[in-house]
């Protein structure tokens, strides 16, 4: 069974940094593509980033395109989603998942693992 795990949440000012990492428990990421998606109170999961397996394509929700960067480190076997210029809005709990493969990037149904979660707060 897949475990994911995230870390580097936490609270920043707006125009701040954070570094989100996500580490697949025992293993490499090989195969999987993974995504980060983020979910506000009070609203639906969003997709954030993505990327494909072996550190190929990445994908991005218009929202954070030019702010967020979503890379593979395969020497630490974890996928980081460095956030900067970040903005109340990007208030969240975000979660990283695998998905098998080439699968749509943009829909979670396609990804069988997630992570517990972590909260981001940007405010002042």
């Known amino acids: 069974q897949e475990q994911l795990v995230e870390s580097g949440g936490g609270l920043v000012q707006p125009g701040g940094s954070l570094r989100l990492s996500c580490a697949a428990s025992?293993?490499?990421?090989?195969?999987?593509?993974v995504g980060w998606f983020r979910q506000a109170p009070g609203k639906e999961r969003e997709f954030v980033a993505a990327?494909?397996?072996?550190?190929?394509?990445?994908y991005y929700a218009d929202s954070v395109k030019g702010r967020f960067t979503i890379s593979e480190d395969n020497g630490k076997n974890t996928v980081a989603l460095q956030m900067n210029s970040l903005k109340p809005e990007d208030t969240a709990v975000y979660y990283c998942?695998?998905?098998?493969?080439?699968?749509?990037?943009?829909?979670?149904?396609?990804?069988?693992?997630w992570g517990q979660g972590t909260q981001v707060t940007v405010s002042s």
């Open positions: 998942a695998a998905r098998v493969g080439l699968a749509n990037p943009y829909d979670p149904k396609y990804y069988g693992y």
């Open positions: 025992g293993r490499t990421f090989g195969s999987y593509g």
């Open positions: 990327i494909n397996p072996s550190g190929g394509r990445t």
